[in-house]
């Protein structure tokens, strides 16, 4: 499994935009680039995901980097609700596809 | 959208019984599952995956004959813990996407097991 490198933990001001980095130089070309976040005693939630192209969403977007070797997510305008552990993970296209989770992000917001 | 569901949200047994946790895809089939397992300031370790009509797949050091998988439709898929003892307190967590495309995952609110 491809494996990425995120910083352990990060601190944004509420109302400021949040970018989150990932490396993943080894990424395969049939690799799809995934964010999830866990808020406390919950289950991941699925953010956004990608191929090559930026993608935009409800929740964030996402930066690809043209080699691919590194993305970053971006939430716009933080909330206290958007304290929590963000994966960027990568998949292969299939819904058979392993999930493997790395240490993740933790974000704090400060109010 | 699609919601994954898990019950219970937790449990608390005593050591030596089992337990079972199950997860269920709402309004989506979904063939394939996966079991996770978290502990407190960790990250989530893949359990096994979960596939409908056939033997669950497991991750290397996990065993099999301790985390009993069952798959047997494609909304449901259960995990037991089997001879449950203090250290298998974890939070259990199951994953699904739907059948036919890969564009997320869904995933329960987890299930907090404490052994007693």
């Known amino acids: 499994d491809a494996k990425t490198t995120q910083p352990n933990s990060m601190e944004s001001n509420e109302e400021e935009p949040v970018h989150l980095p990932c490396n993943h130089s080894?990424?395969?070309?049939?690799?799809?680039i995934h964010w999830y976040r866990q808020l406390p005693s919950q289950g991941p939630e699925y953010v956004i995901h990608?191929?090559?192209s930026n993608v935009n969403n409800r929740m964030a977007s996402l930066a690809i980097a043209e080699d691919r070797k590194s993305s970053t997510l971006i939430l716009h305008r933080a909330t206290l609700r958007d304290a929590a552990v963000y994966y960027c993970?990568?998949?292969?296209?299939?819904?058979?596809?392993?999930?493997?989770f790395g240490s993740g992000t933790r974000l704090s917001i400060r109010p | 959208g699609a919601v994954v569901s898990q019950h219970p949200s937790w449990v608390i047994c005593k050591s030596g019984t089992s337990v079972k946790i199950e997860c269920r895809s709402l309004d989506f089939q979904a063939t394939t599952m996966f079991w996770y397992r978290q502990f407190p300031k960790q990250s989530l370790m893949l359990m096994a995956t979960s596939n409908e009509g056939s033997k669950a797949t497991y991750e290397q050091g996990v065993e099999k004959d301790k985390f009993l998988i069952n798959h047997a439709s494609l909304t449901l898929s259960t995990l037991t813990v089997t001879s449950a003892h203090p250290e298998d307190s974890s939070f259990y967590i199951c994953s699904a996407s739907m059948k036919a495309t890969n564009t997320e995952a869904f995933f329960g609110q987890g299930t907090r097991l404490t052994v007693v």
């Open positions: 080894t990424i395969s070309g049939t690799d799809y």
């Open positions: 993970i990568l998949r292969l296209y299939s819904s058979a596809s392993k999930i493997i």
């Open positions: 990608g191929l090559t």
